[in-house]
């Protein structure tokens, strides 16, 4: 918080003056700007909502910043997308084809096991279950943005989707907080998945946690994801990753390539549907210390159904603030059955006071008179 209020109104801003000094290395000292960028794995045809999201987050802060856009594609970008979104900022913009390698059924899947998959999956409505260029983007998302090329010369990514909305003014560099602070990882939504996608995921993490006891940090804190009624197992709680702020070098780290690569070996990503949010959440809380991992709660973003809006923000952000409990089981379809844990996520994870409860109030009570059994909290988050 005293790190916010000093570096605050736009003090690091391409219009504060510091131009000169932005990429000059002091001698034993880190830059003065991190070498950041803003990322999109981003299809032609989705153009239109890439130009909603690229406006709103220029407008609301690359403006005065200057990050430079990194645009990843399965294939080759159009001149007219080339055009469209080098317009909207001026920033530095790279277009870049994703591998074939990555971007591609590995050669130990058994595609007719994959093909059943599909089937299956689709049948019983788990989301975009049937597509086959969904398990590419998963997987992608998952173990390979990080190894791309063009990120070699930087550290850190924010990375962004094609319709989406940015509600609030940002009058800090994102960056520069989460390299001055030593955060590896940073969010604004912590919800429910949908947990008939990645059956085995869980089973598949603790075997990995079996096999390397070493690689987990010593101040990891994975009580948070695991439920005390349901034999300590995932609870499917996950960071959302449709925003997400991190450290590249975090990504690129011995203990997180050797988890994508044991789970990417046990073919989840094409036999289930695993998502890159879950993957993600489970690694950062196994190799990161929780005061590594930042809620950017002033943010103010929102993905199809799932919107965050800060509380007390009317003077800087377009949106009505929402409960802190908003988003938590937006995606799990009526119709699965998987269970829900006694508390929603963003709170397992907070902590302390977050999860005191109303005197007098209990679960069963409220879900009783028709309630979902997530009203009985003190804190709500607007205030």
């Known amino acids: 918080m005293a790190w916010l209020e000093h570096n605050s109104n736009n003090r690091h801003s391409d219009a504060a003056g510091q131009n000169l000094w932005k990429s000059v290395p002091t001698f034993g000292h880190k830059s003065a700007r991190p070498r950041a960028a803003l990322i999109s794995l981003v299809r032609n045809s989705e153009l239109p909502g890439l130009v909603q999201s690229m406006r709103q987050l220029e407008y609301r802060w690359n403006r005065k910043y200057n990050?430079?856009?990194?645009?990843?594609?399965?294939?080759?970008?159009?001149?007219?997308?080339?055009?469209?979104?080098?317009?909207?900022?001026?920033?530095?913009?790279?277009?870049?084809?994703?591998?074939?390698?990555?971007?591609?059924?590995?050669?130990?899947i058994d595609e007719g096991r994959f093909m059943n998959s599909l089937e299956y999956l689709g049948a019983i409505?788990?989301?975009?279950?049937?597509?086959i260029s969904y398990r590419h983007m998963c997987r992608w998302n998952s173990g390979f943005f990080y190894k791309h090329p063009r990120l070699r010369d930087f550290d850190w990514y924010w990375r962004v989707e094609p319709d989406v909305h940015y509600f609030c003014d940002i009058d800090y560099d994102v960056f520069r907080f989460m390299r001055d602070n030593n955060m590896k990882y940073g969010f604004n939504m912590n919800i429910l998945d949908d947990a008939r996608s990645f059956p085995s995921l869980w089973s598949r993490t603790r075997s990995f946690i079996n096999a390397h006891p070493e690689l987990i940090h010593p101040d990891a804190d994975l009580d948070w994801l695991l439920d005390s009624r349901n034999s300590g197992d995932y609870n499917n709680c996950q960071f959302f990753s449709n925003f997400e702020i991190g450290s590249l070098d975090f990504?690129?780290?011995e203990a997180n390539e050797k988890y994508f690569d044991w789970l990417d070996r046990g073919g989840?990503?094409?036999?289930?549907?695993?998502?890159?949010?879950?993957?993600h959440t489970l690694s950062?809380?196994?190799?990161?210390?929780?005061?590594?991992?930042?809620?950017?709660?002033?943010?103010?973003?929102?993905?199809?159904i799932n919107r965050h809006c800060p509380p007390q923000s009317s003077h800087r952000c377009s949106c009505d603030p929402t409960p802190i409990d908003e988003n938590f089981y937006k995606l799990v379809p009526l119709e699965?059955?998987?269970?829900?844990?006694?508390?929603?996520?963003?709170?397992?994870?907070?902590?302390?006071?977050?999860?005191?409860?109303?005197?007098?109030?209990?679960?069963?009570?409220?879900?009783?008179?028709?309630?979902?059994?997530?009203?009985?909290y003190i804190a709500d988050g607007l205030t």
């Open 67 to 108: 990050y430079p856009w990194i645009f990843f594609n399965e294939e080759p970008f159009t001149d007219e997308f080339k055009a469209a979104t080098q317009n909207l900022t001026s920033a530095q913009c790279y277009y870049e084809v994703v591998p074939t390698e990555h971007w591609s059924l590995p050669d130990w």
């Open 125 to 131: 409505g788990v989301g975009k279950g049937w597509m």
């Open 251 to 253: 990504f690129r780290s």
């Open 268 to 279: 989840g990503f094409y036999y289930e549907r695993f998502g890159d949010a879950p993957i």
């Open 284 to 304: 950062v809380a196994m190799f990161v210390p929780k005061s590594e991992i930042w809620f950017f709660r002033d943010i103010g973003y929102q993905h199809d």
């Open 336 to 376: 699965s059955p998987q269970k829900k844990p006694d508390d929603t996520c963003i709170r397992q994870f907070l902590g302390g006071d977050w999860l005191t409860k109303k005197e007098g109030w209990n679960q069963e009570g409220e879900r009783a008179f028709g309630g979902d059994g997530y009203h009985g």
